[in-house]
């Protein structure tokens, strides 16, 4: 891998953030997290963008400071150009376009998902980075997808939620228990004190292997409702063992599909990615599926799950490698396949 150094930067959905990257090896890693949702219990697409506006200078100031980089030492600038939200991608692309027509150095054009899969191969992300082909599930607030990955930058997607991803069916079902946005990690923290079997949600019964997850958001709604009526306080008496028995299921439905899609294809490298993957109980099955399945597994390092643009520079190194560069009048994109 060369040892140039590249400037990435992420603003697809509410993390303002910018990584530098020498080779393979993070240098910095900087990120503005927007607090302002929090209130609205979901991004409101306006004001994330206004604040990455307010973010982006300060972020990428931080991270050249961070790095100890002169901005002259600088490669090339990669930038997520897709899929997310536009208002918000404007943000990131507009910066990096006009950067690096200053600075004069090549612009990248990264895929926010493919960044996600191949933030593995960051040199600190995993002991070892994954064999090729290997499969990983791609879990966030916005994907929940089986991607077979055969190179690089040779990804088939094989299954995909037909409605809501795992991110959002945590952060909904958090939402009927009035938890803050997002709910996942706050699910993740209760369910450590909570009993995964006090409650039984339905499972969607699909073919292949696909994903649907709003089923079980309705199942726990209409629990709800139903429970509410003969205790009003049910949610306060028995949070702990809710968010335990929804964690689990929404674990199980991930799970048997990726066991699926292992068995069939005859592949044991798996990973996980996205930001889901920062769930405790998802990497514990992943870990049993190392010891009862003989998988080689890899679970990126936590600041390597959640949005980041250590991911970006990643993916911009490759690319740089291989002389993929992206002309200055490129757009952003809301929708970008794989
Ligand atoms: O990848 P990400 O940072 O942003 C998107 O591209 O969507 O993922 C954010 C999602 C949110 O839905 C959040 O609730 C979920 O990841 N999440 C978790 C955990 N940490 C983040 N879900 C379950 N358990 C966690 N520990
Ligand atoms: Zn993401």
Redesign the pocket.
């Known amino acids: 891998m060369s040892d140039s150094i590249i400037l990435g930067i992420e603003s697809?959905?509410d993390?303002t953030s910018a990584a530098i990257i020498k080779g393979n090896s993070i240098l910095s890693n900087i990120a503005a997290n927007q607090e302002i949702h929090k209130e609205y219990g979901g991004v409101v697409p306006e004001l994330a963008s206004r604040a990455h506006q307010q973010n982006i200078i300060p972020v990428v100031e931080k991270s050249l400071t961070k790095a100890n980089i002169q901005q002259n030492a600088i490669s090339a600038i990669g930038f997520t150009r897709g899929p997310g939200l536009l208002g918000s991608l404007l943000v990131g692309t507009s910066f990096a376009k006009s950067l690096a027509m200053s600075l004069d150095v090549p612009l990248i054009e990264v895929n926010?998902l493919q960044a996600?899969i191949l933030a593995h191969f960051i040199e600190d992300a995993n002991p070892m980075p994954p064999k090729f082909p290997f499969l990983c599930l791609t879990v966030?607030?916005?994907?929940t997808m089986i991607v077979l990955v055969k190179d690089y930058f040779d990804m088939e997607i094989i299954g995909k939620t037909i409605d809501d991803a795992a991110?959002?069916a945590?952060?909904k079902i958090g939402k009927i228990f009035d938890l803050d946005y997002?709910?996942?990690?706050i699910?993740?923290r209760l369910a450590k004190e909570g009993n995964p079997e006090a409650f039984k949600f339905n499972k969607p019964k699909l073919e292949n292997y696909d994903y649907s997850f709003s089923g079980i958001k309705t199942s726990v709604l209409y629990f709800i409702q139903k429970e509410i009526k003969k205790n009003p306080d049910f949610i306060n008496d028995n949070l702990n063992d809710l968010c335990a028995s929804v964690q689990k299921t929404i674990i199980e439905i991930l799970m048997a599909k990726l066991e699926k899609a292992a068995k069939e294809l005859d592949i044991k490298e798996v990973a996980i990615a996205?930001?889901?993957s920062?769930?405790?109980a998802l990497r514990k099955a992943m870990q049993d599926n190392n010891e009862k399945l003989g998988w080689s597994i890899y679970i990126p390092k936590f600041e390597y799950?959640?949005?980041n643009a250590a991911m970006i520079a990643m993916v911009a190194q490759l690319k740089f490698e291989r002389g993929e560069f992206t002309d200055l009048r490129t757009s952003a994109t809301a929708k970008y396949d794989l």
């Open positions: 697809s959905c993390d926010h996600h966030s607030g916005g994907h991110g959002e945590f952060d997002p709910a996942g990690p699910i993740d996205g930001g889901v920062a769930n405790s799950t959640t949005d």
